[in-house]
């Protein structure tokens, strides 16, 4: 099991990297389509759209995603429209996520999941193409590092649950080791970036060591939501179609929240 899951993240990261350094934003925007209606998909039968009613939900998904990016192409992040977009992501993922986890998914909420799915998945497809790869990737470097050195310090020092009712396997001692690695990651970044490197001086290091935790925080919110939409759902993973690891969301749930909050703030700092 272990050398499948292996092999499975390799060949995404290979593919992945590929679409990202070489194929055009017209390409890949296309690839990152293909993602939105296969997560969009998935979306659906957690939420209980099955059969025609589920393909007419990641059709609409994947269409909005399509109509949005061709009304505002070239996307850019910091073009008015997707700021609008972002900032909504980041009051959803801020705000309305953590009061939805603290409230239960259960009762009327559950009729609010379908809508749902859509500031889970269409803003972040748009920073993805928004975003130039170097930014994209450095993104996606903070929240895979956060991801794993969540992974590394709960295995070592988990002690206290951090929502036992969600995912029991989450702990404060794997936030605490999220946290720092993310820290860590955003100053190397620093060191190691000039597009970073060249706006981070002074009291300039408070702000940008803040964001860095607060995007470190907002991908745990993401990893959470689509834990709690799994649970509600009776199933351990979001599909099948990734060999070792589930279905297209249990791979980008924390990008998920990421990438539109990061977005917005590179697109705030001039970076984007």
Known sequence: MLAIRVLTAAALLAAFLAAVLYLGQGAFAVAVGAIVALGAREWARLTGLAGWAGFSYAAGCTALFAGTALWNWPLRAGEAPLLAVFGAAAAFWGLAVPAWLARGMGGASRRLLPPAGLAVLLPAALAMVALPPRLLLALLGLVWTADTAAYVAGRAFGRHRLAPAISPGKTWEGVAGAVLGSLAYAIILEATMPDIGARVSGVAWTAYLAGAAALCTTSIVGDLFESAIKRQA???????????????????????????????????????
């Open 234 to 272: 009776g199933v351990k993973d979001s599909g099948t179609l990734l060999p070792g690891h589930g279905g297209v969301l249990d791979r980008i749930d924390s990008a998920t929240a990421a990438l539109p909050v990061g977005a917005l703030l590179l697109a705030w700092a001039g970076a984007a």
